[in-house]
C-alpha cells in the first residue's frame, strides 16, 4: 500500500520526522512538506510551495498520487501514526478492503438526520449552500473523516472524482478560511487558527456520492476476533 503524510512547518516536521522516517524503511510514503531537510532519502518528497496552509492540499496530494500510481493511496495526519487504524494498515492487520470504497476511521452518519437538525451546526449550514451553489439541492451525505483517508483507484470514476474535487478547492479556502470565526465552541476555531480549506471532506463526500462510491471504516482483524 502507499502512504502519503502532510509536515507543514518546523514544529510537525521535527515532532514528526522520526516516526515517519521509520515507516519509510518498510512502505512506500510521500511526505507533502516545506520543510524536507527533516526526512531521510528513503522518504518520497513532495515539496509544498504555498506560502500558506490550507488542509484541502489533503486531498491534492491524495488524488495526484492516486492518478500518478493508477492505485489505492492512503493517506494519514502525521500525528496520526499511532492510531490502531493506521497501524493495523503498516502491519496489515486491518479488513480486506473493498476496492471501489472509500476507508477512514470515523464516517459522521449525516443521512440519518434532517436538514432541520443539521442546520444547527453552523459550518453545515455553509456546506449545505456550497453544495446547493454547486447544483445538489437539498443534498445531504456522509461524511468521512480527514484524518484518515485511503481512495482507491476506480478506473472509470477516478478522473470525475478528481476533476471535480480539484475544481472546487477554491469555493472551500474562500468559505473556510483562516482566522474566520466561528461560534465560541465551534470545533472550526481550531482549525481556523492555522489555515484554510478545512471542512474538506465535505467535497470528498459529494461526488463520492454523485458516483455511488462508498465510505466505510477501517477495522482491525483484530477487533473481529
Known sequence: MIFCTLCYGDYWSKKYSADI????????????????????????????????????????????????????????????????????????????FNEETIYTHKVYQNEKYSISELSKDVSLVILMNVYKQLGFDNVICNYPHERILSIPYIPNKFETLKENIL?????????????????????????????????????????????????DIISSVNRLL
Open 21 to 96: 522516517n521509520k515507516i519509510s524503511e518498510n512502505h512506500s510514503i510521500y511526505v507533502y512538506t516545506n520543510k524536507p531537510g527533516y526526512f531521510k532519502s528513503s522518504c518520497n518528497i513532495i515539496e509544498y510551495k504555498r506560502k500558506d496552509f490550507s488542509y484541502f492540499e489533503k486531498l491534492v496530494l491524495l488524488l495526484n498520487l492516486i492518478d500518478t500510481h493508477k492505485e489505492r493511496v492512503t493517506y494519514f495526519d502525521s500525528d496520526s501514526i499511532y492510531m490502531e487504524q493506521v497501524q493495523s494498515m503498516l502491519n496489515d492487520t486491518h479488513t480486506k
Open 167 to 215: 475544481n472546487v478547492q477554491s469555493i472551500w479556502e474562500e468559505n473556510w478560511y483562516m482566522g474566520k470565526d466561528w461560534p465560541s465552541n465551534h470545533q472550526c476555531n481550531r482549525w481556523s487558527q492555522y489555515g484554510c480549506g478545512y471542512g474538506e471532506g465535505g467535497a470528498l463526500s459529494i461526488y463520492a456520492k454523485e458516483l455511488n462510491i462508498k465510505l
